[in-house]
């Protein structure tokens, strides 16, 4: 298995970060977990395009972990033929009627999608790439998820928990991919407004994990910050209680990105966990 950070950065515009999204390879798949603003990108300069990509789990709706899923779907069916089996996506409710509002028949891209599956020279593109008109529309289907829940799929298998962000408004997940005996958990976001540590279920989540890839936000230095936002206490005693072998940071605001601070919270978070600790950038890549 192989984990690549396409995007490591936060909602706030950056020219050094995508926003999050994190390529799983494992066997015949590729996998996207999340794919916000400037990750399609990121996932070209990793090597990979549109038709590479198999699977997408969304952890939630927030703008930052899904924009970019608009540009990976139109890309990936308007690049492919009869041969190429539709995207399959995964996220919590809503998932389907944001897909639908885009790329259904009354989606803000309906007359883009009329006149690609109907003008001539759209039809006569659809054939070179080995497609048989008439061009169909865009397969929507999105597969809704709720609660805890464990999917199988050819030799790898995703296990999620509900996390605590910004319900009751979204539904957030944290998710876990296992395959070859190895785990990568993505925590997603996390908020804290209240104390006593991670969640029980996100902690049975990340046990052993050989990769915790955890946010840390630009409100880190803030304990007290009333939006209860989890900083480099939370991460490392989640990294050690669940017995992690490698912590990776992530969604890197631009504040929190600069002069010492990413010196000082490493520093804060080594002192409390004893494995390995890498603040997080786009592209790198960790085979398991």
């Avoid at 020219?15 to 916000?36: N, P």
């Avoid at 990979?48 to 924009?67: E, G, I, K, M, P």
């Avoid at 996390?190 to 989540?205: C, F, K, S, T």
């Avoid at 955890?214 to 900083?231: K, T, V």
Wanted: with cysteine; hydrophobic share 40%; proline share 8%.
């Amino acid at each position: 298995m192989k984990v690549t950070l396409l995007g490591t950065g936060s909602p706030l515009p950056s020219l050094k970060r995508a926003s999050s999204s994190y390529l799983v390879e494992t066997g015949e798949d590729r996998v996207l977990i999340d794919h916000g603003p400037g990750a399609f990108l990121r996932l070209m300069q990793a090597g990979r395009y549109s038709t590479d990509v198999t699977h997408v789990f969304l952890s939630h709706l927030h703008f930052d972990h899904c924009a970019d899923l608009i540009r990976l779907f139109h890309h990936r069916w308007d690049a492919s033929g009869d041969a190429t089996p539709p995207l399959r996506i995964f996220g919590p409710p809503g998932t389907q009627e944001f897909i639908d509002r885009v790329f259904g028949p009354q989606g803000a891209f309906s007359r883009d999608l009329v006149s690609r599956t109907q003008h001539p020279l759209s039809v006569g593109a659809y054939r070179e790439r080995g497609g048989t008109p008439p061009r169909p529309w865009p397969d929507t289907r999105v597969t809704e998820l709720s609660g805890e829940g464990v999917l199988e799929f050819a030799g790898w298998r995703i296990l999620r928990c509900e996390v605590p962000h910004y319900q009751p408004y979204l539904d957030s997940f944290a998710y876990r991919v296992e395959a070859g005996g190895k785990a990568f958990v993505y925590t997603s976001d996390v908020n804290l407004a209240r104390p006593g540590g991670a969640p029980p279920a996100l902690l049975e989540l990340a046990r052993g994990a050989d990769l915790l890839v955890h946010y840390l936000n630009a409100f880190a230095f803030e304990a007290n910050h009333p939006g209860g936002l989890a900083g480099p206490r939370f991460a490392a005693a989640l990294a050690r209680e669940a017995g992690v072998k490698t912590l990776v940071t992530t969604h890197h605001g631009p504040w929190i990105d600069g002069g010492d601070r990413p010196q000082r919270l490493l520093a804060e978070i080594r002192a409390a966990f004893g494995g390995e600790v890498i603040w997080g950038e786009d592209l790198m890549a960790f085979t398991l």
